[in-house]
T-cell receptor, first 114, second 115 residues
Framework: GDSVTQMEGPVTLSEEAFLTINCTYTATGYPSLFWYVQYPGEGLQLLLKATKADDKGSNKGFEATYRKETTSFHLEKGSVQVSDSAVYFCALSDIGGSQGNLIFGKGTKLSVKP | DAMVIQNPRYQVTQFGKPVTLSCSQTLNHNVMYWYQQKSSQAPKLLFHYYDKDFNNEADTPDNFQSRRPNTSFCFLDIRSPGLGDTAMYLC??????????????FGPGTRLTVL
């Protein structure tokens, strides 16, 4: 079945460091790909998305490119801030398979120190 | 602002005492989802409604039920909560289930504690 694998955390960085969180997926169809962010005690917020190969999603300085050849959707940010500390979830939506249900990775906790 | 609203934000109930969680949306989306998220885990889909069509996940316990009386509201009923049902419950909506329309928008969640 479809699945998402993302790097395990926690990830601890200093402010202004470069961030990469790896995400790879397995899907029988052509899924939409998403990154969601969850701040402590809150629900999930959509960070960015891409719906087809080579699409780049971007928001708040974060970027991710849908790479069909490597089945990846890695999240990057050039300079992290303390306020970016949160749990980041990579997810796919397999339109053809599971009625568009989201399949999540296990989440990566990011801590940014001043 | 259009949004997904969940009430209450925090709920404490006793073992075996029925509880109902509420979700409403102003997005006029066709699809509404309920997820369970236990501590330090990814959200797990319980079920979803596509309009009035109820879709249960195969491994969702019978103890969990849902109602969608209209487009805007959806309820999660836990008939006899157990200690293992302590979790954050997330409601989400999407416009449709097709490509480009399947982005899910989440509410802030209800944190349920079963004592």
């Amino acid at each position: 079945g479809d699945s998402v694998t993302q790097m395990e955390g926690p990830v601890t960085l200093s402010e202004e460091a470069f961030l990469t969180i790896n995400c790879t997926y397995t899907a029988t169809g052509y899924p939409s790909l998403f990154w969601y962010v969850q701040y402590p005690g809150e629900g999930l917020q959509l960070l960015l998305k891409a719906t087809k190969a080579d699409d780049k999603g971007s928001n708040k300085g974060f970027e991710a490119t849908y790479r069909k050849e490597t089945t990846s959707f890695h999240l990057e940010k050039g300079s992290v801030q303390v306020s970016d500390s949160a749990v980041y979830f990579c997810a796919l939506s397999d339109i053809g398979g599971s009625q568009g249900n989201l399949i999540f990775g296990k989440g990566t906790k990011l801590s940014v120190k001043p | 602002d259009a949004m997904v609203i969940q009430n209450p934000r925090y709920q404490v109930t006793q073992f075996g005492k029925p509880v109902t969680l509420s979700c409403s949306q102003t997005l006029n989306h066709n699809v509404m989802y309920w997820y369970q998220q236990k501590s330090s885990q990814a959200p797990k889909l319980l079920f979803h409604y596509y309009d009035k069509d109820f879709n249960n996940e195969a491994d969702t316990p019978d103890n969990f039920q849902s109602r969608r009386p209209n487009t805007s509201f959806c309820f999660l009923d836990i008939r006899s909560p157990g200690l293992g049902d302590t979790a954050m419950y997330l409601c989400a909506t999407s416009r449709e289930r097709g490509r480009g329309t399947d982005t899910q928008y989440f509410g802030p969640g209800t944190r349920l504690t079963v004592l």
